[in-house]
């Protein structure tokens, strides 16, 4: 996949909206802010949906996944260890973070509070999700329904009160990550029906990624991003 600029707008828009958001601005103008930071993480998530397939061609499957590991988890667990030896000292809790498992509701508390670190959890998780549909399913038509599967299930565990169900912003953000990969396999296309290559995927983008969020009971009130 040759380099598209307008991915390189979209992501510094979306980096200029997260230092905004992390200003104290949060607190003057909370409602107007959380529209901000749905806008910044559905972008964010989109990106990485669209360079996901580009990715596993250009490295290979072994290689996506090792890749991954030392890019991305290894850098995550330093950190990890780093925050939970200054801060908070308990090791079930890093072992919840390490192994991915606080992404169920579960494990949500305050004692347990990754912050803002619970972007790379997620991202993980989609990565293996993914992987794992793309490398056994073949046809677009059977991994767009095996999408709406996983999505469905996430939330009728919650619709149940399933003690399985996860964390709320994992359902939302997977279909977002998804529709970046659709989108990825179709840039072209899209260029061609936007016109307007920069303005409109970014503006495409923000859209989706604030519509998926806002939609159905997954956007709780109180919600943190």
Known sequence: MERRFELDALRAAALFLLFIFHTNL???????????????LGAFFFIAGILFIPSIERHGTKDF?????????I?????????FALFSGQALA??????????????QSGVLNLFHMWYVVHLLAYFLIF????????????????????????????????PLR????FAAYLMVFYAGIVAGNN????????KKQTIGLIVFTLLLGYLVLISGPLMPKNHTF
């Open 26 to 40: 949060n607190v003057a103008y909370p409602n107007q802010l959380w529209t901000i930071g749905t806008y910044m």
């Open 65 to 73: 996944l090792k890749n991954k590991f030392f890019h991305i988890y």
């Open 75 to 83: 850098p995550f667990i330093l950190v990890l260890a780093l925050y």
């Open 94 to 107: 890093y072992i919840y973070h390490a192994t991915g498992l606080s992404i169920f509701h579960v494990f």
């Open 131 to 162: 992987f794992a549909v793309y490398k056994l399913i073949k046809s677009d038509t059977r991994r767009l329904f095996a999408a709406i599967c996983i999505f469905g299930l996430l939330v009728l565990l919650w619709a149940v009160n399933s």
């Open 166 to 169: 996860l964390e709320w912003k």
């Open 187 to 194: 840039l072209d296309r899209i260029y061609d029906l936007l």
